[in-house]
């Protein structure tokens, strides 16, 4: 029984050791709940799922980056540009500085359908420079979000884009069952990853990957076939995200979804996705995901200035990292 005691003593304990940034930020946002009654409030709490919702899309699309020791850095710039295409091709007829004067509105699947497409295209480069090239995911995908970035720039002229159309922007308004439709696809989209990751030959191949890539190699795993296949997902990730942030803000521009990439980073180690490969979930990478937002709005209620929340994320992205080689080498 003492044995039992000490056994589960120490499970505990190690327990809160490897989520210690998760128990911490929900204290802090326990203690805002208390001091601000509206923390918890239904509509904050909708807001909130709502921008859970884009985030999680890009934190699953870079979690098979991270799973096979990769990355992609130019998931917030590849979202953003996402975001201004979804604006340009759903303006409104007649709209006062319509960015293609004679082009009609296009139907809102036809948007999603083009700008998912258009960066998938842009996935496909940067699976082909990480697996034929060998060029390191990070430098390759730091590469591509300059380019990305460029492209948006030289393309857009650097002028925001709004005018809307209804049928579109609705998409971030609309309830199904009294559940916003955002929340909505974004669980459609965690059900098929977690069918793809734990049901699939990707899935295996992917933790193969992850675990030891020589070692998959040998047993007969088209590594290369399959990062190209991890990227082209998560660049299709991000322009579905980017179409939804456009719908939901009701307009774009070039610093659109800056950022992002870094926080879905963050998200998917604090959920439990290693760097160093071959580990992560979908469930995880929604609590690492709806762990930092709370940390981010709890920071607003607290009136902390937004300069001193960049400091904050900075250092959550360093601790959560540090613990998860921490246990890498634990393993070892």
Not at 90 to 115: C, D, R, S
Not at 173 to 188: D, F, G, K, R, Y
């Amino acid at each position: 029984m003492e044995a039992t005691k000490k056994l589960n003593g120490k499970a505990v304990a190690k327990w809160f050791s490897n989520n210690a940034i998760i128990v911490m930020m929900l204290a802090v946002s326990l203690i805002v709940g208390i001091m601000h009654p509206n923390f918890f409030s239904g509509t904050n709490m909708i807001n909130l799922f709502k921008n859970v919702s884009i985030r999680y899309i890009i934190a699953l699309g870079i979690s098979g980056c991270l799973i096979t020791t990769g990355n992609d850095l130019s998931a917030g710039r590849l979202a953003g540009f996402a975001a201004c295409l979804a604006c340009i091709f759903a303006q409104t007829e007649g709209a006062a500085g319509k960015f293609y004067p004679n082009m009609h509105t296009l139907p809102t699947p036809v948007v999603f359908i083009l700008v998912i497409a258009i960066c998938a295209i842009i996935g496909l480069c940067n699976g082909l420079v990480v697996s034929y090239l060998k060029v390191q995911p990070f430098i390759a995908t730091l590469g591509m979000q300059q380019v990305v970035y460029g492209i948006c720039l030289v393309y857009t002229g650097g002028t925001p884009i709004g005018s809307l159309n209804k049928n579109f922007t609705s998409l971030a308004s609309n309830t199904i069952l009294a559940v916003p439709v955002l929340i909505w696809i974004a669980l459609i989209v965690a059900a098929c990853f977690w069918f793809l990751y734990n049901k699939t030959r990707h899935g295996k191949y992917m933790y193969a990957i992850g675990g030891n890539e020589a070692a998959a190699e040998v047993a007969g795993v088209n590594v290369n076939a399959t990062k190209i296949r991890i990227y082209i997902l998560a660049s299709c990730m991000f322009g579905l995200a980017g179409c939804l942030l456009a719908a939901k803000s009701g307009g774009a521009s070039v610093n659109t979804a800056q950022g992002y990439e870094l926080d879905a980073i963050a998200a998917c180690t604090i959920g439990g996705v290693s760097t160093t490969g071959g580990v992560g979930t979908v469930p995880g990478v929604l609590v690492g995901v709806l762990v930092f937002e709370l940390m981010k709005v709890a920071l607003q209620f607290m009136n902390v200035n937004s300069s001193y929340t960049y400091i904050v994320q900075g250092l959550v992205i360093i601790v959560a990292v540090a613990i998860d080689i921490r246990k890498y080498l634990a393993k070892k």
